[in-house]
Structures are given as structure tokens and as C-alpha cells.
């Protein structure tokens, strides 16, 4: 995926890890040059709640990865891969990009 093999920062669920958050702003700095994402692996979890708010590079969803993503805000390109396991509900996507 274009996302994840151009950006070397930003935060990893790795495998058997989990990532809860709520409420919570994942932004850049304007003007940064830096290509920022949240990648969660294979067998990773995240789980979004209550305007969290997307305004990173991206957010990537690897095969085998399992999200919960409610009520959140996607100012940012979402990349599912083909074997992701997501239940998304109640979501606005702002000047977004959803690639499945």
C-alpha cells in the first residue's frame, strides 16, 4: 500500500498489541514534510470512540488486524486491507480517502 511503505514515522499496533482511545486528536504539524500514519498490524487492535479525530497521513489496516471505529472523524486517507476485520459505525470522513 502507498501509505504504509512511504511513511516511516508515526504509531504501530503490533502483532497481539491493542490501541484504545477516545475522544483523541492524531494530528500533523502544518507544513511538515514528514509523512505520519497509524499502521495496526496482523492481530493488532484498535478501538476509536467519541470524535476522535484522524489528521495524520493515514491510518492503515493490515490482513488479519480487528478495529472497532465509532463516532470517529477522518480528516485522512484509511487503507483496509483484504482480510481486515472492522465494525465501523457512525463516522464522518472529512476530505478523506478510503481504499479497500
Not at 467519541?50 to 478495529?67: A, I, K, P
Request: glycine share 12%; charged share 10%; proline share 3%.
Amino acid at each position: 500500500a502507498f501509505l504504509q511503505e512511504a511513511a516511516p514515522y508515526g504509531i504501530v499496533v503490533e502483532p497481539g498489541g491493542a490501541m484504545d482511545v477516545s475522544g483523541t486528536q492524531f494530528t500533523r504539524t502544518p507544513g511538515n514534510a514528514s509523512r505520519t500514519q497509524i499502521l495496526v498490524q496482523s492481530n493488532g487492535q484498535i478501538s476509536t470512540s467519541d470524535n476522535t479525530t484522524f489528521g495524520l497521513h493515514g491510518l492503515v489496516l493490515n490482513e488479519g488486524s480487528t478495529s472497532s471505529i465509532r463516532r470517529s472523524i477522518f480528516n485522512t486517507s484509511t487503507t483496509i486491507h483484504s482480510g481486515a476485520n472492522i465494525d465501523i459505525s457512525g463516522n464522518h470522513f472529512n476530505q478523506s480517502q478510503v481504499f479497500a
